[in-house]
């Protein structure tokens, strides 16, 4: 399994058997994919928004109609250094925009806020959003940016 983060000193969790990264394409639109987890262990989430598309190089602020956890807080072209980026297909164009959410928000369980003993006993219960759930969020998003064509 390969791993990135440094985990010492998380709890056993959801995340023990998950990566640190993946990449693919969206069954449904074809357009590339990728999770990648934080130095604090949540995920976030990302969709290559090929040239051309009309949001092909527009501010994630700009953006605020769509629909994906959180809002989204991300949008750039590929960051090799941040991990950011994919490997395109045989005859792709590999100048794609970035459109991307992130698993820390008030309702979300980060597991280094665990670590350090942050986590709140309230009536608000905290959830881990694990890979299958960003999956889920970055099908929801491919879906949007086809449908705006």
Not at 30 to 50: E, I, S
Not at 73 to 79: E, F, K, L, Q
Not at 86 to 114: K, N, Q, R
Not at 124 to 135: N, S, T
């Amino acid at each position: 399994m390969t791993r990135t983060i440094d985990r010492n000193g998380w709890p056993a969790g959801p995340w023990d058997d998950e990566e640190d990264r993946y990449e693919w394409r969206d069954p449904s639109t074809g357009l590339a994919c990728l999770a990648r987890r934080n130095r604090m262990g949540n995920w976030c989430g990302y969709v290559a928004v090929p040239a051309g598309h009309a949001w092909h190089g527009v501010e994630y602020q700009e953006l605020d109609e769509l629909e994906v956890h959180g809002g989204l807080t991300y949008a750039a072209g590929c960051d090799l250094e941040a991990g950011i980026c994919h490997e395109p297909l045989s005859g792709e164009d590999g100048e794609v925009w970035w459109l991307g959410f992130d698993c820390a928000h008030i309702t979300d369980l980060i597991p280094y806020m665990v670590k350090l003993g942050m986590v709140r006993d309230d009536d608000w219960p905290l959830v881990y959003r694990d890979i299958a759930y960003v999956r889920g969020e970055c099908a929801g998003l491919a879906a949007q940016v086809v449908a705006a064509g």
